[in-house]
């Protein structure tokens, strides 16, 4: 018959429609602005409204999110911060439309490079998120954020200096935890390596 | 408020309505339905567009913030997004997308290629950033941007909205505001604002490179 | 199978069936034949009705500056399979002028339009040699290898001055007109007459004009900002009536100099860039341009990488399939609902992918020897979850939906016809050309990564009209399925790279081409290297691009109406189709 498949359409529509009130009743309120709310509308078997309340309910996004980069520095007992970056320059090679610029200081006396940097520029307008500065970064310092709410009405400010870039280490372990323990295990592991062969060297000199 | 600042320049009251007609509160209200029904034209541009699709579908539904009207005409959106790479063969279009649009109107560029040239900048078609040839209202880094970080822009458009008086906002003073100047594709594209410029620039004898080259390294 | 196997079994050495006219590519790290220009029409003709390499892949160019020499590059395919043969033209730069293979192979027609504007070599006997992706009037040809873009700074990244000085600041300030342009000497923008697009909208008005009768036909414009062109596309379109008698696209509103930043990028570095051809699915993408880097270096990735690989890539042509039924609804006249349906798929997707790779659409997920980082602990049995229960069910959704609705039935059966052989000869690929009755997939034709041992069939539909691409879309999306089914339970442990992840790799010297089935059809990239960090030519065969050619084909004849689905049933992504 003519309109059986039209038909048939518009009743799988109204099937959809039926089970957004289906579902709301069924999971009742704990549906929305809640974590677990959350959570089961991107399950694979969700049904109904599939909406993110954004702004007042906010869709987690993964550890390996990436959005802008930042550079991680270590806190001090007294509260200075120590940039793990040592302004190697592998980020600046690597980065695909090259908006990374870094500045290396120099020993005023020696002029020999210090391995710390005196100004790291980030020029958000050309950075592509890739996350290859965070991937081949070997001193883990520069890291993808996890902030995407950064809308501006003005883009004066949109070269990002060393003050805005640098995060503690502490808000990087929070948004990436499994990375950040795998790193810290890496670590100590080298450490140890590095320690035990200075302690065999020292042995075999006194030997 | 008194009368005299109600028969203030900024705003053309007929003759015949003086004294009949004020502007307070009403203002406000004026302002926020303003920002609870802003319309987006359908215009999308590269990768960033894709997202903007996203946007506007069940995930994220900008029909939240009353945006899901998106109107494939200029002439009725009250704003643009300018989602993705803006090369020099689509600026005109754009330019004269933007003229005709009605008043109040507003720019969001979304993504690190409309507001600065993004990672496409360096190449020889690409623009660098809308922002040379309208003007913009937001600015979403990102490249391409969620599409919450996308409606956290679109939020900010919406306050920029809701603070906008009748009073001193430009778009109620005297005078329309002249179209913005469409550019032109010659050997490369032309920007009537930079006629002088360009002559000037074609018309002189090619300094030394060497020179110039010391000076970017200073720079 | 070693790769040198079928060269051997299947390509024929044609440079002793035609001697004296063709010699073998004896460069190092090359393949291919050369080609004396004065005898191409005639070899390529000889190799289509004789040989039967009657597919014309690829035409592009490369500016060997040193030698002071322009090769053209022709990639042609058997339409039963097998790999390819490549020819070579090599002309003379100042005077670069090839015989053009328009009349054989009509998939030649944009590509070589696209060699004349980027490199600006020269086809004797195109009719129709216009700039194509840039603007008539454009100065210069910029992918010449002396061609400088205004924000020109060095040959090849990494630029020196970002590390150690790190010279800072918008590049723009550097430029005489703050902005990236640059003009000829002594021009006058005051007495500048733009030249304008007479010759297009002449040669639409000149067709299909009744003598007899004394009508005229009309000429319509849409886009490029038009709700239905996917993107900033255009199409001038003559109208007889309500018939379309001509129809031309224009297009390079999104052209973003893909190749020429290809060509100053270091190789790893392109990878990311990749991920914005065909934006909505980058994966596959990806996973080309892996592929032949691969070639070129001559590495493999590891078991479990090229699962994982193949996972991403079906994923992504699943998600890219459903993407086009939520157009093809829109298209019809339905206006958001089903997009809204497809994109709700998409989105599930979506979260995979940014849980894998950390972006939603750019994944940027691929290195050359393996993927970037490991599936994460869950995500496994998410697409578990996804390739099991919910795409199948949504899949018999979309089939009970669409495949016998009347609207969809009446609207597109019949329109848009493409026949087998215009198909193979306007060089469509993917389900356009299988849609058409060639059973051609890559898959299949000349496996890559692991798909030589899954079970998936080869889906061919035989009308060649927009139903049946919907048909052959529907079908491949449920033989992605079954892929990813099988993929998912074979998926095997072990590492994930082959060597060390490093920022810069070794590519020896040589040329190669690696294609992959994208959902839009055959991606090929083809790189030309000379040993250094960059390559030496990066050049995109970019299926959306080609598949256009056959739109005028489909629309001639047809309904103004019909254009809008033709173009969807395309199924483009415009940063493809423009780089």
């Avoid at chain 1, 509260?79 to 302004?87: N, Q, V, W």
């Avoid at chain 3, 003009?183 to 007495?191: A, H, I, K, R, S």
Wanted: with cysteine; hydrophobic share 35%; net charge negative.
């Amino acid at each position: 018959m003519t309109g059986k498949g039209f038909l048939r359409m518009l009743l799988g529509v109204f099937k959809r429609f039926v089970m957004t009130y289906v579902e709301d009743f069924r999971k009742g309120k704990k549906r929305y602005y809640t974590k677990e709310g959350i959570e089961s509308r991107r399950k694979a078997d969700v049904q109904g409204i599939f909406t993110i309340q954004y702004p007042e309910e906010k869709l987690p996004v993964p550890e390996e999110f990436r959005f802008l980069p930042f550079l991680v520095y270590d806190e001090g007992p007294n509260g200075e911060k120590d940039l793990r970056c040592t302004s190697c320059g592998i980020c600046a090679k690597v980065c695909p439309p090259q908006c990374i610029s870094i500045v290396r200081t120099n020993d005023p006396v020696t002029g020999k490079p210090i391995p710390q940097p005196k100004e790291f520029y980030i020029d958000v307008d050309i950075c592509m998120n890739c996350g290859l500065c965070a991937e081949y970064c070997p001193f883990d310092a520069i890291k993808m954020d996890h902030d995407y709410e950064i809308a501006s009405y003005s883009r004066q400010n949109n070269i990002y200096d060393i003050e805005r870039l640098a995060k503690p280490v502490s808000y990087y372990a929070g948004i990436r935890p499994t990375n950040y323990a795998a790193e810290e295990i890496a670590r100590q592991e080298k450490e140890a390596l590095k320690a035990a062969a200075k302690k065999s060297a020292t042995a075999e000199s006194a030997g | 408020m008194s009368d005299d600042s109600l028969q203030s320049s900024n705003y053309d009251i007929p003759p015949e309505m003086q004294g009949t007609v004020s502007i307070t509160s009403l203002d406000k209200v004026y302002a926020w339905s303003r920002k609870n029904s802003m319309w987006p034209m359908m215009f999308g541009l590269a990768c960033c567009a894709i997202e903007m699709v996203v946007l506007a579908a069940s995930r994220f539904d900008i029909a939240r913030f009353g945006m899901e009207v998106m109107r494939p005409s200029p002439r009725q959106s009250d704003f643009l997004i300018v989602s993705g790479t803006v090369t020099k063969k689509m600026v005109p279009q754009i330019v004269r997308l933007y003229n005709q649009m009605p008043e109040p109107k507003y720019v969001v560029a979304m993504g690190a290629c409309a507001s600065g040239g993004g990672p496409f900048k360096e190449g020889y078609s690409v623009v660098s950033g809308i922002d040379k040839f309208i003007p913009v209202d937001v600015y979403i880094p990102g490249c391409p941007p969620t599409p919450q970080a996308l409606m956290n822009g679109l939020i900010a458009l919406t306050k920029k909205v809701d603070k906008e008086r009748i009073k001193t906002s430009k778009w109620y003073s005297k005078g329309a505001e002249a179209a913005v100047p469409v550019p032109v594709l010659g050997p490369d594209l032309m920007d009537p604002r930079k006629y002088a410029l360009i002559y000037e620039q074609t018309h002189r004898p090619i300094e030394p490179e060497i020179p110039a080259e010391t000076e970017q390294k200073e720079g | 199978m070693s790769e040198e196997q079928i060269t051997v079994v299947q390509i024929p050495d044609i440079s002793l069936q035609y001697e004296g006219r063709v010699v073998k590519d004896a460069r190092v790290g090359y393949s291919g034949f050369i080609v004396g220009a004065e005898h191409l029409l005639e070899i390529v003709q000889s190799l289509r009705d004789e040989l039967g390499f009657d597919y014309l892949s690829s035409v592009t160019g490369v500016d060997y500056l040193p030698e002071g020499k322009m090769e053209v590059v022709y990639h042609l395919y058997r339409s039963i399979g097998g790999p390819a043969l490549v020819l070579k033209v090599q002309v003379p730069r100042d005077e670069a002028v090839v015989p053009s293979l328009y009349h054989l192979f009509k998939s030649a027609d944009w590509q070589e339009r696209e060699a004349w504007d980027l490199l600006g070599i020269r086809f004797e006997g195109h009719p129709d040699l216009r700039r194509i992706l840039t603007w008539e009037g454009f100065a210069g040809h910029p992918l010449r290898k002396d061609w400088k873009e205004p924000y020109f700074e060095e040959e090849t990244k990494p630029f020196k001055s970002r590390w150690p000085e790190g010279i800072t600041g918008h590049i723009e300030d550097k430029n005489p007109f703050h902005d990236n342009v640059q003009y000829p000497d002594g021009f006058d923008p005051e007495t500048w007459v733009p030249q304008a697009e007479e010759a297009l909208y002449t040669s639409a008005k000149k067709i299909g004009r009744d003598a007899e009768l004394h009508t005229d036909t009309i000429v319509v414009n849409l886009g490029p900002q038009h709700p239905s062109t996917h993107g900033v596309f255009r199409m001038v379109a003559a109208l007889d009536g309500e018939q379309v008698v001509f129809l031309k696209p224009v297009m390079g509103y999104l052209h973003r100099n893909h190749e020429k930043i290809g060509e100053r990028n270091t190789y790893l570095q392109n990878m990311p860039f990749t991920d914005r051809l065909d934006y909505v699915s980058s994966m596959s993408n990806n996973f080309g341009y892996a592929l032949a880097v691969e070639k070129l270096m001559g590495i493999k990735p590891p078991e479990r990488a090229d699962y994982i690989r193949v996972m991403m890539a079906e994923l992504t042509r699943w998600m890219n399939h459903v993407f086009s039924f939520g157009f093809l609804w829109n298209d019809l006249g339905s206006y958001f609902t089903p997009m809204i349906y497809a994109l709700e798929e998409r989105e599930l997707v979506l979260d995979i992918f940014e849980a894998v790779s950390g972006s939603r659409m750019m994944c940027n997920y691929f290195r050359f020897g393996g993927v970037a980082r490991d599936l994460p602990v869950g995500v496994l049995d998410r697409v578990k979850e996804l390739v099991f229960e919910r795409m199948p069910r949504r899949l018999d959704d979309i089939d009970k939906m669409l495949t016998t609705n009347e609207i969809v039935r009446n609207r597109c059966i019949g329109c848009g016809v493409l026949t087998a052989e215009q198909a193979i000869n306007n060089g469509a690929s993917g389900p356009n050309l299988r849609a058409s009755g060639v059973p051609y997939d890559i898959r299949r034709a000349d496996p890559y990564s692991i798909y030589d041992r899954l079970d998936f069939d080869v889906v061919v539909h035989y009308h060649g009209d927009v139903y049946d691409r919907y048909l052959t879309r529907l079908d491949e999306a449920r033989q992605s399925n079954r892929i990813l089914q099988q993929v998912v339970r074979d998926i095997p442990e072990g590492p994930i790279m082959t060597g060390k992840p490093a920022y810069q790799v070794r590519v020896p010297a040589g040329d190669a081409y690696g294609r992959v089935e994208g959902p839009k059809g055959e991606l090929g990239f083809y790189i030309v290297s000379t040993g250094k960090p960059n390559p030496w030519r990066y050049h995109v065969r970019a299926p959306s691009f080609i598949n256009l050619t056959s739109l005028e084909d489909m629309c001639r004849g047809g309904k103004i109406a019909d254009v809008v689905l033709n173009l969807g049933a395309v199924d483009i992504v415009l940063g493809e189709v423009d780089r």
